[in-house]
């Protein structure tokens, strides 16, 4: 028998979509899968579906737990995962139906330590009735050349400047425990938890494999910050990211200069939360913001954001813009 796959879901009141995105789950043609739903204390109906489907499907298996996080309900779903693969998939998103028998082809074909694959992004439309619209694939082949087989990341660093849809990949559970690999266990369910995860897990892979067929629909929202400090959030992860470069003593410039893309990418999302004109006047963030800022770019190495090929004319304005030498 081909090898388990472990599916985590972690679940925060998401009565609205979380239907959808366990029927897609149930009804993937690869079925040597659990489905591991962590309950995040959820308020809504979400637990009543959750049991619904248990009942139908004794693949599917249910946490529940207090509200303390996304990274804590990953943590937990890797730790009880008995799958020798395993996928963290968004309630709010839905899977094709041969997703993980496609991804699991690659990863034993090609011992992959982590697959990835594109993703569709999409939106609810106005009436809920009419469920959901395409609004683009999200496709890492054109914005950079991907060797053709499996890959270490210092052989597509563009990869870390992507997002880290975690959503539409393929870990294989040993590497991860052999490398101490979990979440930051952060409150809040946007805490920004799966940056720091997929930095390190690319880091250390020894083969990644990306496949060019998208599987998995992710629904776009707009970040917003609903309390004041949660904008601390993005600047918390970007810090324990600068430790795992450290922790891994990287010394290749084009990694490095892919994760400052990544970095200036956060502040940029900080930004335009805050700042609706998008003036980009520091000044006119909170104080905190302003002094966590500062440090972060006061960290990043100036030749490499000036010179590195990957660092795009935006990026290296935006940076000089915010360098404390330069803020009056």
């Not at 204390?41 to 489907?53: A, C, I, P």
């Not at 950079?144 to 597509?156: A, H, L, S, Y």
């Not at 440090?295 to 000089?320: A, G, H, Q, W």
Request: hydrophobic share 40%; glycine share 2%; charged share 25%.
């Amino acid at each position: 028998m081909r090898k388990q796959i472990s599916i985590i879901v972690p679940v925060f009141n998401a009565y609205n979509t979380l239907f959808r995105c366990l029927k897609s789950l149930i009804c993937q043609t690869y079925k040597n899968i659990e489905i591991i739903c962590i309950d995040n204390g959820s308020s809504d109906k979400s637990l009543e579906v959750l049991e619904n489907f248990a009942k139908k499907d004794n693949r599917v298996k249910i946490i529940s737990k207090i509200n303390d996080g996304y990274g804590s309900s990953c943590n937990i779903g890797i730790n009880v995962a008995s799958g020798e693969y395993l996928s963290i998939v968004e309630a709010s998103g839905f899977c094709h139906k041969k997703m993980f028998d496609n991804l699991l082809r690659l990863a034993e074909k090609s011992e992959a330590d982590i697959v990835k694959s594109p993703y569709y992004k999409i939106t609810d439309k106005d009436d809920i009735k009419s469920g959901f619209e395409i609004q683009s694939k999200v496709d890492w082949n054109k914005r950079c050349k991907i060797p053709n087989w499996f890959f270490r990341i210092n052989e597509c660093p563009s990869f870390l400047s992507f997002h880290p849809a975690i959503f539409s990949s393929l870990y294989k559970k040993s590497f991860l425990n052999n490398n101490s690999i979990r979440f930051v266990e952060a409150r809040g369910q946007n805490s920004f938890v799966d940056m720091p995860f997929s930095i390190e897990t690319m880091l250390l892979a020894k083969k990644i494999v990306y496949t060019d067929n998208p599987y998995y629909c992710h629904r776009h929202s707009m970040i917003d910050f609903q309390n004041p400090e949660d904008c601390i959030f993005p600047f918390d992860r970007i810090e324990e990211v600068f430790q795992i470069l450290i922790g891994q003593k990287i010394k290749d410039k084009n990694v490095t200069a892919n994760i400052y893309k990544r970095v200036l990418k956060l502040i940029n999302i900080v930004f335009t939360a805050l700042d609706r004109e998008e003036k980009f006047d520091i000044k006119n963030m909170p104080y905190e913001v302003q002094l966590r800022i500062e440090k972060i770019i006061s960290s990043l190495d100036e030749d490499i954001v000036n010179n590195s090929l990957f660092i795009d004319d935006f990026e290296r304005r935006f940076f000089n813009l915010l360098s404390p030498n330069k803020i009056l």
